[in-house]
T-cell receptor, first 113, second 117 residues
Framework: AQSVSQHNHHVILSEAASLELGCNYS??????LFWYVQYPGQHLQLLLK??????LVKGIKGFEAEFIKSKFSFNLRKPSVQWSDTAEYFC???????????FGGGTRLMVKP | GAVVSQHPSRVICKSGTSVKIECRSL??????MFWYRQFPKQSLMLMAT?????????EQGVEKDKFLINHASLTLSTLTVTSAHPEDSSFYIC?????????????FGPGTRLLVL
C-alpha cells in the first residue's frame, strides 16, 4: 500500500533557528507532492507543491521543499523560523496523476519566542 | 489560493438525528470533492470521493448508508451523517479539487466539528 511517512512527530525550535521536516513516500509510480500547514484553530492551507521541473520548490512564507527522487523524499525547509510558524505540517502525495491524496501523519512544530 | 467553505462550522445534535454538512468551492468549479475525518492529534483519514453527477466512492470501512454524499453541482457537495451516534463525533473536513494549468491541487475547507450527545 502507498504510504507517506513524517518521522518527526514533534519539533520544538527557537525563533531564527533553521527548520527541516522530513517526508518520505513509498514507491508507487509518478508522484505529485504537497505540503500543507494547519495553524492552530485554522484549516489546512497549501504551502507548496511539486509536479515537475525544478526539484527545489519555493512556497509561501519563506518555505521551500526539495524533491529527491532517489531518496523518495520531499523535505520541507525554512532557513529562519518565526513564532508564527507554530503549526502542524502535513506532507501529502498523489500517485500516477490520481486525485487521492495520501497524507503523512503530520509534524507539530512549536517555535519558542 | 482557491477558497472552500463549509457549513456549519460546529454542530451539536442528539443521538439518532441526522446532520448535513455542506462543502462549497467559492471561486472555482470542482467536479471532485473529498470528505475526510480528522481525529484528535491525528492526520486526515479519507472517507469518500464525491463526484459531480455520479455516486460517491467510499473508502474501505466507511458505511455509505451512514455517510450519504450528494454532489449535485460543480460547487457544492453535502455529507449527511444519518442516525448519528456519539462515536460519530469528530472533525469532518472537505476538500475540492482544482485543476489549473494541468495541475491538480486540493484546497481544504475549514472543517465541521460534530458532537453527538
Amino acid at each position: 500500500a502507498q504510504s507517506v511517512s513524517q518521522h518527526n512527530h514533534h519539533v520544538i525550535l527557537s525563533e531564527a533557528a533553521s527548520l527541516e521536516l522530513g517526508c518520505n513516500y513509498s514507491y508507487g509510480g509518478t508522484v505529485n507532492l504537497f505540503w500543507y500547514v494547519q495553524y492552530p484553530g485554522q484549516h489546512l492551507q497549501l504551502l507548496l507543491k511539486y509536479f515537475s521541473g525544478d526539484p527545489l520548490v519555493k512556497g509561501i512564507k519563506g518555505f521551500e521543499a526539495e524533491f529527491i527522487k532517489s531518496k523518495f523524499s520531499f523535505n520541507l525547509r525554512k532557513p529562519s523560523v518565526q513564532w508564527s510558524d507554530t503549526a502542524e505540517y502535513f506532507c501529502a502525495v498523489t500517485y500516477n496523476a490520481g486525485n487521492m491524496l495520501t497524507f503523512g501523519g503530520g509534524t507539530r512544530l512549536m517555535v519558542k519566542p | 489560493g482557491a477558497v472552500v467553505s463549509q457549513h456549519p462550522s460546529r454542530v451539536i445534535c442528539k443521538s439518532g438525528t441526522s446532520v448535513k454538512i455542506e462543502c462549497r468551492s467559492l471561486d472555482f468549479q470542482a467536479t471532485t470533492m473529498f470528505w475526510y475525518r480528522q481525529f484528535p492529534k491525528q492526520s486526515l483519514m479519507l472517507m469518500a470521493t464525491s463526484n459531480e453527477g455520479s455516486k460517491a466512492t467510499y473508502e474501505q470501512g466507511v458505511e455509505k448508508d451512514k455517510f450519504l454524499i450528494n454532489h449535485a453541482s460543480l460547487t457544492l457537495s453535502t455529507l449527511t451523517v444519518t442516525s448519528a451516534h456519539p462515536e460519530d463525533s469528530s472533525f469532518y473536513i472537505c476538500s475540492a479539487r482544482d485543476l489549473w494549468q494541468g495541475q491538480e491541487t486540493q484546497y481544504f475547507g475549514p472543517g465541521t466539528r460534530l458532537l453527538v450527545l
